[in-house]
């Protein structure tokens, strides 16, 4: 695949995960409104959730290889440093998001061993809104002053 293709992928793909992540959000926050006990099928929705964000950072990575922009940034990573665009996309942009999806992983399997308890709605709950929070302040969005994107291509 060329960068281009990909690029496109995955910024149509990022919207999908977008609304996973509301969703997840939501789901969370209901259950862990609602006091859930976590059962098996809890964990296969969090481990569903994190599988379809590890799809999104592989596709991320194969981009990473192929993208002109990381490619300049590489070159020199001097003068990339010193350039807004390329160090989002050479180092920012990849960092963050790879930090938070490792996160969001960890927290998935830790998940696997509290089948059964109460109150872990909640503690998946605040890390996923951290980890939330990392992948939004590393989006390229369309208005951000850091480095603006289309939000479609």
């Known amino acids: 695949m060329d960068a281009s293709t990909l690029l496109i992928f995955h910024s149509y793909y990022r919207w999908v995960v977008l609304l996973a992540m509301l969703f997840q959000l939501a789901w ?12 098996q099928k809890h964990f296969y929705i969090v481990l569903g959730l994190s599988i379809l964000y590890d ?3 592989l596709i991320g990575f194969l981009l990473y290889f192929h993208s002109p922009l990381v490619d300049a ?23 963050v998001m790879s930090v938070a999806l490792l996160l969001s992983n960890i927290v998935a399997f830790r998940c696997a061993k509290k089948v059964g308890q109460q109150h872990v709605f909640r503690y998946v709950l605040r890390w996923y809104i951290a980890i939330y929070l ?5 989006v390229p969005w369309s208005f951000s002053p850091l480095t603006s994107r289309p939000s479609f291509r």
């Not at 969370?28 to 059962?39: A, D, E, G, I, S």
């Not at 070159?75 to 665009?85: A, D, F, M, P, T």
């Not at 990392?134 to 590393?138: P, Y």
């Open 55 to 57: 799809i999104q950072l």
């Open 28 to 39: 969370l926050w209901w259950n862990n409104r609602c006091q859930t006990v976590f059962l």
């Open 134 to 138: 990392l992948v939004l302040s590393s």
């Open 73 to 95: 940034f590489l070159q020199n990573v001097g003068l990339g440093i010193k350039n807004r665009q390329l160090r989002f996309f050479g180092l920012e942009h990849a960092s």
